[in-house]
């Protein structure tokens, strides 16, 4: 699924999901730098982020894969 990863102007990371209009900040990631790894929003969903270059900046539209269905 397509998702938009974004830092608002406080520094929260959030994922926007366009096709289910949601957008949750994102309360865990697995890498320190957020891509390669999985990421935990705040509604429970867990998706794994593809890798990406060293300082691919915000905010970006890349593939995500949901892992769970919470």
Do not use: C
């Amino acid at each position: 699924m397509k998702i938009m990863i974004r830092r608002n102007e406080v520094g929260v990371l959030s994922a926007y999901v366009p096709k289910k209009d949601l957008e949750e900040n994102i309360v865990s990631h697995e890498m320190p730098d957020l891509f390669g790894g999985t990421i935990t929003l705040a509604n429970g969903w867990q998706l794994a982020l593809p890798e990406m270059p060293e300082g691919t900046r915000l905010p970006i539209t890349i593939e995500a894969k949901r892992l769970s269905e919470d």
